[in-house]
């Protein structure tokens, strides 16, 4: 039988565990649970990576806007201890928001650069301010030596790369590649809420990117091939809050390829499910 990894609750109890692994190395795996193929991929790494791996699960209340799906967002317990055992995880740090932000918790982290390009801070608002807050508690409540992100979150992971940097934080932050269905649609735990006819479409986004960053590379004017990519997302049904070019590190805009390396970046909204996804130039 599989051995179940150690699921801790408290701050004491973590830093118990986390004595034990001594000079081991550890690396960190952030997640809100709900886990499927593209989490494990970040698992996996991490285990190729340190000798012990901490999976968080933690569904952060500070980074969903009250109008957001907290309350709904999936969460499948089990199945996801299941593939950590599984995985050979060593500990899931699984936090109560009690633990995370006790009474009278009042410090915020408030990211910039990146956070602040007018991508998915235009749209989400609350969301980085969030993710950097909770990110730097994990980091700091860990204390690991590699943390993995995956790309399929861009903007996010060169937020928190950021921050690392900047506030000093021991892990070094690994990007990983996205993990997509065999049509390009990028797995994510929303994916769920898609209905069949929304499922069916979903796979513009990335053929899209795909077609855009194809033709951007061959020399084509950035503007065109965006302004074809945007009419064929819309016309697929999808309420598109944005397709961009940015600079692949700072994300700042560009105008053409000789600003940078340079990465595409998409959201767009279908029924009530909202979906990201990019890919470099
Ligand atoms: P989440 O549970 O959605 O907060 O995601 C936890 C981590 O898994 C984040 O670093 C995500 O970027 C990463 N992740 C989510 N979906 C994918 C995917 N399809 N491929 C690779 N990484 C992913």
Redesign the pocket.
Known sequence: MTQLPKVVRTLATLRRVRAGFGNAEVAL???????????L??VKEARRRARRVVVS?FV?PTQFAPTEDLASYPRTWKADIAALAALKVDLVWAPTPQVMYPDGYATRVDPAGAAKAGLEDKFRPHFFGGVATVVCKLFTQVMADYA???????Q??RV?TQMARDLDLSPQVIG?????EKDGL?????NVYLSPVDRAAAPVLYRVLKASAKRIKAGEAIDAALRDGRAEIEGAGFALDYLEARHAMTLAPVASRKDGPIRLLVAAKIGKTRLIDNVPV
Not at 29 to 39: N, Q, R, S
Not at 176 to 180: A, D, E, G, H, W
């Open positions: 795996v952030p997640t809100m649970g709900a886990l499927h193929a593209g989490h991929a970040l699960i952060n993995m992100f995956g790309e399929k979150d861009y996010q992971l928190v990983i590649r996205t993990v997509r990028a797995l994510s735990s929303r």
